[in-house]
C-alpha cells in the first residue's frame, strides 16, 4: 500500500505553520458579490475545501483598485469590505487550514470587458508596452511612471486590508500575463526604461511592489509570489530568465515562490488538459528550487497522488497546489492520507470547467465540473431520501443515465437501468479507448461502481421497446439514448471507403495510407492526429473554421491539437464543404472552386444525432417521463453528468 508520509509533513511559509504539503491553488468562483466581497455561497465552498483537508487554501486573485475589477471576483481596494473576508477567514480557521489572499491587477485580461476596453475612464487597460493583444484585438496603453507608482500603492494598500481581514499571508500574482507579469516577461514588456530590457529591469517593478507591501504588513506576515517559471513563448520569459528573476524577488522580501507557467496567449501549459503530461511544468519549480532558500510552491496537474508524493518525496518542491483536483474532490487530502484512493473523485483534465468561465459560469456565477456537479451548491446537494420509493427505469447507460440512476438509487427509489450494449459507458466509453484519455477511465471505473454500490438493478445486452415498458410498469422513464453519429447527405456516402470516426477510434474500421477527416471538431482534431501519427497523410476538411462547429472547442485544448496537428504535418482545408465522395478521393468546395483531395479513406467526424426515436411512443404509456443527456440535444460529459445529478434530486 503506498503511503503519502511526505505529502503531510507540516512544513512552514515565513512565520506561518501549515499542516501539510497540499495547496489549494487560487482559482477564480465567479461567486462574489459584485462589490467583490464574499458571500455564505463562496464561503461553503471554501469551507468545503478546508473541511476535505487542504493545507493552505489561496482565494483567487482579488483587484486591488477599481479600474481593475472584473464583475464577481474578489476585490480589496476599500476598508469596508474587510468585515466580511474576516468572515470567510474565520470559517476557513475553524476547519485547521490556512488561508491566503491572491492579489491580481489583471491588466491586459481587463479588455475582455467590452465597456472597459472602449475607454470610460476608469477603463484604459494598461500594459508595460502599447502592444496589441490577441485575444480581444485592443491595443493596450504603455504604463506611465505614475500608473506604475499608483498601482504600486494599490496593490501593497490591498495586501495590507487582506492582512487586516484575516488572511495568513497574500500572494502577489505575477504569473499568467496579467499586468506584473506581462511586465517580467520580454514578449509583453518591450521598454527601455528602468522596468524593461534585462531580465532584472523586468523585475524591477515586482520587487518594488513586494518591497512596498512589506512595508504595509510587516516584518512577520507571509508575502508569496506566484511567478510563471516559463512562458512557453518564442520571444518570452525562459527558466534562464526566471533563474536570474527569482533570486531578486526572495531578496526584495518574499516568502514563498508559486511557479505555474505560460501567458495569456498559451494557457494550455496552465491549465494542462488531458493532452499533457501528469506534473508536466514541476521541473521549472524544482530548477528555482535550486537558486532560492525560501519554499517553492509546484502545481499543474498534479491530482495523481503517488505522483503528489513524489513531488515531495524528491525534493522537487515544498508544497503541491491543487486546482482542478479540488474543483473535482474537495476530500482529496483526506482521503489520500486516510489511503482511500479508490474513493477519489479525479479531475481527468477535461477542461470544461475552463469551457464554461467565459460563459456559463461568469452569467450564473459559479463554477462547473464535469465529475463534480455538486461545486458550489455543496450544501444543496447533500441527498434526501425520497418521500415515497418509486419504480423508475432508466434507459441507456451512459454518464447521464448512470448519474441518474445511482443518485435516484441512494434516494431509495427502485431503478433499473437498460444498456443496449454488453458494456456501460456508451459514448464515454469510446472516448476512454482514445490514446490520450486514460484520465477518463477514473470516472467511468466510478460510474459503474456507484450504480453497483446504489443497488441499481443493470440489465444489459437490451434495446428497449414499449413493449418491454409495458410489462414492467415503471412509474417514472427516464430517456437517456444518447447520441449516434452523423453522415453527411452528398453523393458517395455510403462508398465502403467511408468510416465513422468512432469506429476508428474502437479499431472496427480499416484506415489507409492516404485519409480525408471530414469535420474539424474535437473528434476530427484528435482521430486526425493521431492517424498522422501513425504515419498517415492526413488532410483535415471543415467547411467552418478549425475546431468550430457553431461553438468553439475549449480554448487549451484546441490550441495544443492545432500545434500538434501542423507538427504532425496534417494539412488543414477549413470554410470547404464535403460536395462529394468519388473513387479518387473527394471534392470540396473551395469558396466557388472545386478542389480534389486524394484519399483511400474518408473519416467522417461531422457531430452526433440525438438518439430520441423512443420519445413519442413512450409518452403515451408512461406516466411520468423524463429525456437527459445527448438524447435531447448532444453536448458533453459536463452537460450529461449534471443533467444526471440535478434529475436524481428531484424524482
Ligand atoms: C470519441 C468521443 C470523445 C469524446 N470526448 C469528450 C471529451 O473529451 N469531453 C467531453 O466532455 N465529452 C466528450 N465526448 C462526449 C461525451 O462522451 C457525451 O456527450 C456524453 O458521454 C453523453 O452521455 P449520454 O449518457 O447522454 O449519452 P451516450 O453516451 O450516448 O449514452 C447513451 C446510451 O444509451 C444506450 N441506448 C440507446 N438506445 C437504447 C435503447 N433503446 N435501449 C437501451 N439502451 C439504449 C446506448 O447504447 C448508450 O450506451 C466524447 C464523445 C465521443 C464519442
Ligand atoms: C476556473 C479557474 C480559475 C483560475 N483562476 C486563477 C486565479 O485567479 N489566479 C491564478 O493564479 N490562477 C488561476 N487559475 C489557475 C490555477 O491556479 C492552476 O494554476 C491551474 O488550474 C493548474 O493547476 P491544476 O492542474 O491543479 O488545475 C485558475 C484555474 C481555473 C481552472
Ligand atoms: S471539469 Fe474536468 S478539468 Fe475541470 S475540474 Fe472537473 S474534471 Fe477537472
Not at 159 to 182: N, P, Q, T, V
Not at 379 to 400: E, H, N, P, R, Y
Request: charged share 25%.
Amino acid at each position: 500500500m503506498p503511503d503519502f508520509k511526505k505529502l503531510f509533513t507540516p512544513s512552514r511559509i515565513g512565520d506561518l505553520t501549515i499542516k501539510n504539503r497540499v495547496v489549494m491553488s487560487p482559482m477564480q468562483t465567479f461567486s462574489y458579490e459584485n462589490d467583490g466581497t464574499p458571500n455564505q455561497k463562496t464561503i461553503d465552498y471554501f469551507v468545503a475545501r478546508a473541511r476535505g483537508g487542504a493545507g493552505l487554501i489561496i482565494c483567487p486573485g482579488a483587484k486591488p483598485s477599481p479600474e481593475s475589477h472584473a464583475p464577481k471576483t474578489p476585490a480589496l481596494y476599500n476598508d469596508k469590505v474587510i468585515p466580511l473576508f474576516l468572515e470567510l477567514t474565520e470559517a476557513v480557521h475553524n476547519q485547521g487550514t490556512k488561508i491566503a489572499q491572491q492579489i491580481n491587477h489583471t491588466g491586459k485580461a481587463l479588455t475582455y470587458n467590452q465597456a472597459l476596453a472602449q475607454g470610460t475612464g476608469l477603463a484604459e487597460s494598461i500594459g508595460p508596452s502599447p502592444l496589441r493583444y490577441v485575444k480581444t484585438g485592443v491595443v493596450l496603453r504603455k504604463a506611465s511612471l505614475e500608473d506604475i507608482q499608483r498601482i504600486t500603492e494599490q496593490i501593497s494598500e490591498a495586501a495590507r486590508r487582506a492582512r487586516d481581514a484575516g488572511f495568513d499571508m497574500i500572494e502577489l500574482h505575477a504569473a499568467h500575463g496579467y499586468l506584473l507579469s506581462s511586465f517580467l516577461s520580454s514578449f509583453s514588456n518591450r521598454r527601455d526604461d528602468q522596468y524593461g530590457g534585462t531580465p532584472e529591469k523586468r523585475a524591477r517593478l515586482l520587487c518594488e511592489i513586494i518591497m512596498r507591501t512589506r512595508e504595509k504588513v510587516g516584518p512577520h506576515f507571509p508575502i508569496g509570489v506566484r511567478i510563471s517559471g516559463s512562458d512557453f513563448l518564442v520571444g518570452g520569459t525562459t527558466i534562464e530568465d526566471t533563474l536570474i528573476q527569482a533570486p531578486l524577488f526572495v531578496k526584495a522580501g518574499a516568502d514563498a515562490l508559486h511557479i505555474s507557467a505560460g501567458a495569456h496567449e498559451n494557457t494550455e501549459v496552465q491549465f494542462l488538459s488531458y493532452l499533457w503530461p501528469d506534473g508536466f511544468i514541476t521541473n521549472l519549480a524544482a530548477a528555482v528550487k535550486k537558486v532560492v532558500d525560501v519554499p517553492v510552491i509546484t502545481v499543474g496537474k498534479l491530482g495523481n497522488p503517488e505522483v503528489a508524493e513524489e513531488v515531495i518525496k524528491q525534493g522537487f518542491a515544498d508544497f503541491v497546489a491543487l486546482g482542478r483536483q479540488l474543483l473535482a474532490d474537495p476530500e482529496w487530502p483526506n482521503k489520500v492520507r486516510d489511503n482511500k484512493l479508490d474513493r477519489i473523485n479525479y479531475c481527468i483534465c477535461c477542461n470544461n470547467c475552463w469551457k464554461r468561465v467565459f460563459s456559463k459560469s461568469r452569467e450564473v456565477g459559479r463554477l462547473y465540473c464535469t465529475v463534480n456537479p455538486a461545486v458550489h451548491r455543496e450544501t444543496l446537494f447533500d441527498l434526501k431520501q425520497a418521500l415515497s420509493a418509486k419504480k423508475i427505469s432508466v434507459i441507456g447507460g451512459g454518464l447521464a443515465g448512470m448519474e441518474v440512476a445511482r443518485v435516484a438509487a441512494e434516494r431509495g427509489h427502485q431503478v433499473t437501468l437498460f444498456e443496449k450494449s454488453s458494456e456501460l459507458g456508451g459514448q464515454f466509453l469510446i472516448a476512454c479507448q482514445q490514446p490520450d484519455k486514460s484520465k477518463y477511465l477514473s470516472l467511468l471505473k466510478r460510474q459503474v461502481q456507484g450504480i453497483r454500490e446504489a443497488g441499481v438493478n443493470v440489465i444489459t445486452n437490451i434495446s428497449v421497446t414499449p413493449g418491454i415498458l409495458l410489462e414492467s410498469r415503471p412509474d417514472i422513464v427516464v430517456l437517456a439514448t444518447g447520441a449516434s453519429p452523423k453522415k453527411l447527405p452528398v453523393p458517395g456516402i455510403d462508398r465502403p471507403t467511408v468510416v465513422q470516426g468512432i469506429d476508428v477510434i474502437q479499431g472496427k474500421a480499416q484506415v489507409g495510407e492516404k485519409v480525408a477527416v471530414i469535420g474539424g471538431r474535437l473528434i476530427g482534431m484528435e482521430v486526425a492526429l493521431d492517424l498522422a501519427r501513425q504515419g498517415k497523410k492526413v488532410s483535415l476538411i471543415t467547411d467552418k473554421r478549425l475546431g468550430e462547429n457553431g461553438e468553439p472547442l475549449e480554448e487549451n485544448i484546441y490550441r495544443t491539437l492545432r500545434n500538434r496537428l501542423i507538427e504532425n504535418g496534417v494539412q488543414f482545408f477549413t470554410g470547404c464543404p464535403l460536395l462529394e465522395v468519388n473513387e479518387g478521393g473527394v471534392f470540396l468546395d473551395d469558396n466557388g472552386n472545386l478542389l480534389s483531395i486524394q484519399a483511400d479513406t474518408v473519416v467522417l467526424a461531422v457531430g452526433f444525432s440525438p438518439v430520441i426515436d423512443l420519445f413519442a411512443e413512450l409518452k403515451l404509456i408512461a406516466p411520468e417521463i423524463h429525456v437527459i443527456g445527448d438524447c435531447k440535444t448532444p453536448r458533453d460529459a459536463l452537460e450529461a453528468m449534471h443533467e444526471g445529478a440535478e434529475l436524481g434530486r428531484i424524482l
